[in-house]
C-alpha cells in the first residue's frame, strides 16, 4: 500500500529561499527537458526522447552545473524528468483514443509548486 503524507512547513527566511531556488531549478530541468524532446521531435528524423536517455543525461547535467542542478537529490530529479514523461504518455495516449490531446506545456515558477522525493524506488 502506498501511502502519503503532508507537512505544514514554517520554513526560515534562509530554508524558504532555499526551497523556491529547489522549485526554479526542478522547474528548469522540467522546461528544458520539454525543449529537447520538442526539438528532436521536430526535426526532421522525428527522433522520440524518452525517459531513459534524459535521465542518463542527468549525470553529465549535474557534473556542468553544480552551483544549480548538483546540488539537489538525483531521486528528485529523476521524478522531475517521470512527472514529464507521464505528461507525455497521458498526450500519447490521449492521441490514440481520438480524444483532445493536450501537448504538454512549459511550466512557469508559479505554477511548478511540487517537488517529489520518491523512497524505496
Same mark, same amino acid.
Given at each position: 500500500?502506498?501511502?502519503?503524507?503532508?507537512?505544514?512547513?514554517?520554513?526560515?527566511?534562509?530554508?524558504? !529561499? +532555499?526551497?523556491?531556488?529547489?522549485?526554479?531549478?526542478?522547474?528548469?530541468?522540467?522546461? *528544458? +527537458?520539454?525543449?529537447?524532446?520538442?526539438?528532436?521531435?521536430?526535426?526532421?528524423? !522525428?527522433?522520440?526522447?524518452?525517459? &531513459?536517455?534524459?535521465?542518463?543525461?542527468? !549525470?553529465?547535467?549535474?557534473?556542468?552545473?553544480?552551483?544549480?542542478? *548538483?546540488?539537489?537529490?538525483?531521486?528528485?530529479?529523476?521524478?522531475?524528468?517521470?512527472?514529464?514523461?507521464?505528461?507525455?504518455? +497521458?498526450?500519447?495516449?490521449? /492521441?490514440?483514443? *481520438?480524444?483532445?490531446? *493536450?501537448?504538454?506545456?512549459? !511550466? &512557469? /515558477?508559479?505554477?511548478?509548486?511540487? /517537488?517529489?522525493?520518491?523512497?524505496?524506488?
Amino acid at each position: 500500500m502506498r501511502r502519503s503524507y503532508k507537512f505544514l512547513l514554517r520554513p526560515t527566511t534562509r530554508q524558504e !529561499k +532555499a526551497l523556491r531556488e529547489m522549485l526554479a531549478d526542478h522547474c528548469s530541468l522540467y522546461n *528544458g +527537458a520539454l525543449q529537447e524532446r520538442r526539438n528532436a521531435y521536430q526535426h526532421p528524423s !522525428k527522433t522520440r526522447i524518452r525517459y &531513459g536517455n534524459q535521465s542518463a543525461q542527468l !549525470k553529465d547535467i549535474r557534473a556542468f552545473d553544480p552551483e544549480r542542478q *548538483g546540488r539537489w537529490s538525483f531521486s528528485s530529479q529523476q521524478a522531475t524528468l517521470r512527472r514529464l514523461n507521464k505528461a507525455f504518455e +497521458a498526450f500519447f495516449r490521449r /492521441v490514440e483514443t *481520438g480524444r483532445t490531446p *493536450g501537448y504538454p506545456r512549459f !511550466k &512557469g /515558477v508559479g505554477h511548478f509548486d511540487t /517537488v517529489e522525493f520518491p523512497q524505496g524506488r
